[in-house]
């Protein structure tokens, strides 16, 4: 807030103040001049006489009791020019007392569940037989607090992060016969990812099922580390330019054949022998010469029955002709290690892959 409206809160709040308390005062000591039968001489409908009685004491107190809270508001918080009274009132941050502000106290509210929620945390590692995880993580904060001061991102640091990040993956498959861990990794998919993969994990189009055995960039619990923690980008270039429409219907009726044919097209076989000849010319480089994709580029098999955005004939020719993007954001900044952790563990549970 700029100095002149935190000027003028704090004139007009404490000007609030006085008259209020001025008025009560002004009200208490003014004693009006009655006549013999205790009243002002005021009548209406000459039945109506009215008396000077003091305020109820039970009123007095409440109202002086909040214009003295008010006034120990100004003196504990930051009401008064915040720029240069930051008020008495304190709060615990990064171990430190700090003023108190709506920030610091949201940032020490949060420190302060974090740490109930690594106690639990351990208690789950130790009865999972995963307490090694634990050197693994503090070795894999102070990596990523180094490179969170980098103004660039460091490769060789990013890739030592990496290495910390898939020496996890053995301790999130024993976190998988926890119950402790599936319940709180449940809780974890239900606030952030059931948004986009459903509360079942099903997923819908444009959004993977993690329920099946079909994983775009890898189904181990390493490979999923490393999605929940750094986001994965998925692109599918357009072809329309390149081929043409004929050529993107022959390269869909070829990828319709492959795929088991699951709708009962009747295919055209000279769109079929065409569609072959472009794919082995220009798709095999991501989706594989045998057609069953690449985790490495998220490419997907397209030789099985399972599609992100459908697998009938016009669904198939637009994806080729007009390619397909998709972005899922990475998690490590919001959730934490520990959390993603347990987020892997819950998801590769479910899954087909899992062992």
């Known amino acids: 807030m700029s100095f002149f409206w935190s000027s003028w809160v704090t004139v007009l709040s404490l000007a609030c103040w006085l008259f209020?308390?001025?008025?009560l005062m002004w009200t208490l000591r003014t004693k009006p001049d009655l006549a013999e039968d205790e009243?002002?001489?005021?009548?209406?409908?000459?039945?109506?006489?009215?008396y000077d009685k003091p305020l109820p004491k039970w009123w007095l107190v409440v109202f002086f009791g909040t214009l003295f809270w008010g006034l120990g508001y100004f003196i504990l918080y930051p009401a008064i020019q915040p720029q240069m009274w930051k008020?008495?009132?304190?709060?615990?941050?990064?171990?430190?007392?700090?003023?108190?502000?709506?920030?610091?106290?949201?940032?020490?509210?949060?420190?302060?569940n974090h740490k109930v929620f690594l106690s639990?945390?351990?208690?789950?590692?130790?009865?999972?037989?995963?307490?090694?995880?634990l050197p693994v993580l503090a070795t894999l904060s102070e990596l990523q607090a180094a490179q969170h001061k980098n103004d660039k991102p460091d490769?060789?640091?990013?890739?030592?992060?990496?290495?910390?990040?898939?020496?996890?993956?053995?301790?999130?498959?024993?976190?998988?016969t926890s119950p402790e861990a599936q319940k709180m990794g449940n809780n974890l998919f239900l606030q952030n990812c059931a948004l986009c993969h459903g509360s079942d994990a099903q997923g819908a189009v444009g959004y993977p099922n993690l329920t099946d055995n079909d994983w775009l960039f890898g189904g181990k619990a390493e490979d999923i580390l490393l999605t929940v923690h750094h986001g994965r980008k998925g692109s599918m270039a357009a072809w329309q330019k390149q081929?043409?429409?004929?050529?993107?219907?022959?390269?869909?009726?070829?990828?319709?054949?492959?795929?088991?044919?699951?709708?009962?097209?009747?295919?055209?076989?000279?769109?079929?022998?065409?569609?072959?000849?472009?794919?082995?010319?220009?798709?095999?480089?991501?989706?594989?010469?045998?057609?069953?994709?690449?985790?490495?580029?998220?490419?997907?098999?397209?030789?099985?029955?399972?599609?992100?955005?459908?697998?009938?004939?016009?669904?198939?020719?637009?994806?080729?002709?007009?390619?397909?993007?998709?972005?899922?954001?990475?998690?490590?900044?919001?959730?934490?290690?520990?959390?993603?952790?347990?987020?892997?563990?819950?998801?590769?549970?479910?899954?087909?892959?899992?062992?």
């Open 20 to 23: 209020i308390f001025g008025v």
């Open 39 to 50: 009243t002002t001489g005021h009548v209406y409908d000459d039945t109506i006489r009215e």
């Open 155 to 176: 490769p060789d640091l990013q890739t030592k992060i990496d290495e910390q990040v898939k020496a996890l993956g053995p301790f999130v498959d024993k976190l998988m």
């Open 243 to 355: 081929l043409g429409e004929s050529g993107v219907r022959a390269v869909a009726e070829y990828v319709l054949q492959i795929s088991g044919n699951q709708n009962g097209y009747e295919l055209n076989q000279a769109q079929v022998t065409q569609g072959k000849a472009i794919f082995e010319a220009n798709c095999v480089l991501c989706h594989g010469a045998d057609a069953k994709g690449l985790t490495a580029m998220g490419a997907p098999n397209l030789t099985d029955d399972i599609w992100l955005f459908g697998g009938d004939r016009e669904t198939v020719q637009t994806t080729i002709r007009h390619g397909r993007a998709g972005v899922m954001p990475e998690w490590q900044t919001k959730l934490g290690n520990e959390r993603l952790m347990l987020l892997a563990a819950y998801v590769r549970s479910f899954s087909q892959t899992a062992e």
């Open 120 to 133: 639990n945390f351990e208690s789950v590692l130790e009865n999972s037989d995963a307490s090694g995880a």
């Open 87 to 112: 008020g008495v009132t304190t709060v615990e941050v990064d171990g430190q007392q700090v003023p108190w502000s709506s920030s610091n106290e949201l940032n020490s509210n949060l420190q302060a």
